[in-house]
């Protein structure tokens, strides 16, 4: 799987966007970018995933660049609920394995 | 809600007394996951069960065992706990087209 890139930390405003960069300049062709959470003591938690076009649900939108090496993660209106790690992951969809890279610890500020 | 279970939340072991930590789902997932998540760490795969069979990771120890009766149940067994072992223990699943479903996670302590 493709290595990633993120920052170690960052912080928001409690009700603006969180926007949550990722680095993967190595991604192959066929590998997704998946975004999951954790939330202290708790088990990550999906968020959301892409290959080549931007996808929004109801937590979250992935922004994708046309080169997909890079991606951002945008939190709407981030809440402090929000506060947790956020990891980005690229691997070929169906795989087996999910490798954790260390993840950007968000802080929401009230 | 269907969901992936893991007991107990909290599990305190005696230094090399052995322990085994339980996850069971209700999801009908074939593919079942043990990660260690040390503090402030990210989460590391130990192994996994396709079905039945059973893939371990190069570096996991061989003081961590599993065992997988059915579909429903995986154990994680450490058969010597040492201090090194406190950890949060997540179970997670995988079904076919399903992305990752995790467990609220075990913390170990060893005393």
């Known amino acids: 799987d493709a290595k990633t890139t993120q920052p170690p930390s960052m912080d928001c405003a409690e009700g603006r966007a969180a926007n949550l960069p990722c680095n993967h300049s190595?991604?192959?062709?066929?590998?997704?970018v998946y975004w999951y959470r954790q939330i202290h003591s708790q088990g990550p938690q999906y968020i959301i995933h892409?290959?080549?076009n931007n996808e929004t649900n109801e937590m979250a939108s992935l922004i994708i660049t046309e080169d997909r090496k890079s991606s951002t993660l945008i939190l709407p209106h981030a809440t402090l609920r929000d506060t947790a790690v956020y990891y980005c992951?690229?691997?070929?969809?169906?795989?087996?394995?999910?490798?954790f890279g260390q993840g950007t610890r968000l802080t929401i500020n009230p | 809600d269907a969901m992936v279970i893991q007991n107990p939340r909290y599990q305190v072991t005696q230094f090399g007394k052995p322990v085994t930590l339980s996850c069971s789902q209700t999801?009908?997932?074939?593919?079942m996951y043990w990660y260690q998540q040390k503090s402030s760490q990210a989460p590391k795969l130990l192994f996994h069960?396709?079905?039945?069979?059973?893939?371990n990771e190069a570096d996991t120890p061989d003081n961590f065992q599993s065992r997988r009766p059915n579909t429903s149940f995986c154990f994680l067994d450490i058969r010597s706990p040492g201090l090194g072992d406190a950890a949060m223990y997540l179970c997670?699943?995988?079904?076919?087209?399903?992305?990752?479903?995790f467990g609220s996670g075990t913390r170990l302590t060893v005393v």
């Open positions: 992951i690229v691997r070929v969809a169906g795989a087996q394995k999910l490798v």
């Open positions: 190595t991604i192959s062709g066929n590998e997704y």
């Open positions: 892409g290959l080549k």
């Open positions: 999801l009908n997932h074939n593919v």
């Open positions: 069960y396709y079905d039945k069979d059973f893939n």
């Open positions: 997670a699943t995988q079904g076919q087209g399903a992305g990752y479903t």
